[in-house]
């Protein structure tokens, strides 16, 4: 059972628009969250992340919003850019002191000049 | 910094052979990190290690599997023997600290199993 869901395989958007990338989850226990990109033939590589106690997080062009009490998250990407287009992993990390991080399938963003 | 460094990048084998893994985590770094990869489960954690110590192998799927760490720059996953369904991509990550937030992944090592 997946507790990490990213149920958009795939994502396409104009460059220069928005990017919204989503991830629910069904734990209550993770208090991290991250997202991390992935191009072809590479490892993934992190993006940006949330605390549970907060409901925003920016950087740059991405933002990551958290909703607590829905147990969702999402990714904005603003502007789009060509060279976003990736697949992107939600993942969530669990409390205590084992802290093992969840992962979701992945969203394939391609973003078309 | 390279980075974390894996080989082979690919590994074609028979059934039944045994294969190794092999992972240079970046230098400084005291977790480390084995995962699987595949379409139909994603990316799965098999393994961690803290200090060279394996903290959590709930992942590891089962006794054909096995991961060491001998010293704090270098890892090995072995898988004796192997089988067809074994085939995925594995990655190896390191990070500072125990947390695996923000880890810095390899390249991964494409393993097909026939």
């Known amino acids: 059972d997946q507790q990490v869901k990213q149920n958009s395989p795939s994502l396409s958007v104009q460059e220069g628009r928005i990017s919204i990338l989503n991830c629910d989850y069904t734990?209550?226990?993770?208090?991290?969250f991250l997202w991390y990109k992935k191009y072809p033939a590479e490892g993934p590589t992190f993006l940006i992340s949330i605390s549970s106690i907060k409901d925003k997080n920016e950087d740059g062009r991405f933002t990551v919003f958290l909703n607590k009490s829905a147990k969702h998250l999402s990714l904005h990407i603003v502007p789009s850019q060509p060279g976003d287009s990736a697949v992107y992993f939600c993942a969530a990390q669990l409390a205590g002191n084992n802290r093992k991080l969840i992962w979701g399938l992945g969203t394939s963003l391609a973003v078309n000049p | 910094d390279a980075g974390v460094i894996q080989s082979p990048r690919h590994e074609v084998t028979e059934m039944g052979q045994e294969v190794t893994l092999r992972c240079k985590p970046i230098s400084g770094h005291n977790s480390l990190f084995w995962y699987r990869q595949t379409m139909m489960r994603g990316l799965e954690l098999l393994i961690y290690f803290n200090n060279n110590v394996p903290i959590d192998d709930s992942g590891m799927p089962e006794d054909r599997f096995s991961a060491k760490m001998p010293n704090a720059s270098f890892s090995t996953l072995k898988i004796q023997p192997s089988e067809p369904r074994d085939s995925a991509v594995y990655f190896c990550a390191s990070s500072l600290g125990r947390s695996s937030t923000e880890a810095f992944f390899g390249q991964g090592t494409r393993l097909t199993v026939v």
């Open positions: 734990n209550s226990m993770f208090d991290y």
